[in-house]
């Protein structure tokens, strides 16, 4: 299904599908997942709604292809040399004003896919899975290279610390996540945890 989608997907210029890509992440943002149509799509856009089904197949894709392309880089492209280099490279890549509105998105998007779990499945696939296996190689790159013991219990926890943290600090604080935050929360919590 992915290479029929992306076969189709081929017809749109990288700048045109990049600015469908916003289009979409914005209605997101100001409608919710739930409240975006296709119709709102076409409007935006200024495209036919027969173009989107056909180069995207749907909302779900439309929207998971949106996200894939939003993200910043990848956990696989990072390798320091060292776990907290890989860790403050992660928090680095990362802008104050633009985790401020991906939390925003990610948190409507988290809520979409708890209440529908074919959206939640195609993010999986697309957006989660990859990561986690890349987070996972970058854990076992600090095993290999001696900096965290192989057996230590918290390394299958790490991810769900790292990403408890994004919603408990507006949770508690009120306030968005930012850079100091982050790097200064895997120094003083995610670190030590890991014994490094």
């Not at 189709?8 to 997101?28: G, H, K, W």
């Not at 492209?77 to 680095?92: C, E, K, N, Q, Y």
């Not at 074919?118 to 993010?123: D, I, K, R, V, Y």
Request: charge should be negative; include cysteine; glycine fraction near 6%.
């Amino acid at each position: 299904m992915a290479e029929a989608v992306a076969a189709r997907r081929s017809r749109i210029t990288p700048e045109r599908e990049a600015e469908l890509y916003e289009a979409v992440l914005d209605l997101v943002r100001e409608v919710g997942y739930e409240g975006l149509t296709m119709d709102a799509v076409a409007a935006r856009t200024h495209s036919s709604k027969a173009t989107l089904y056909r180069q995207w197949g749907g909302k779900i894709q439309l929207v998971a292809r949106a996200l894939k392309h939003n993200q910043r880089g990848s956990v696989a492209d990072i390798d320091t040399g060292s776990l907290r280099g890989d860790f403050h490279a992660m928090v680095a890549r990362a802008d104050d004003c633009q985790m401020e509105s991906d939390a925003l998105l990610l948190r409507s998007m988290a809520h979409a896919a708890y209440k529908d779990p074919e959206l939640g499945q195609a993010l999986r696939e697309l957006f989660v899975e990859p990561e986690l296996k890349a987070f996972d190689d970058l854990l076992r790159r600090a095993v290999e290279r001696g900096e965290v013991p192989a057996d230590h219990p918290a390394l299958d926890y790490v991810i769900y610390m790292l990403a408890g943290v994004y919603n408990a600090r507006e949770n508690i604080d009120g306030r968005p996540m930012d850079r100091a935050f982050l790097g200064a929360y895997v120094d003083a919590v995610i670190l030590p945890v890991l014994g490094v």
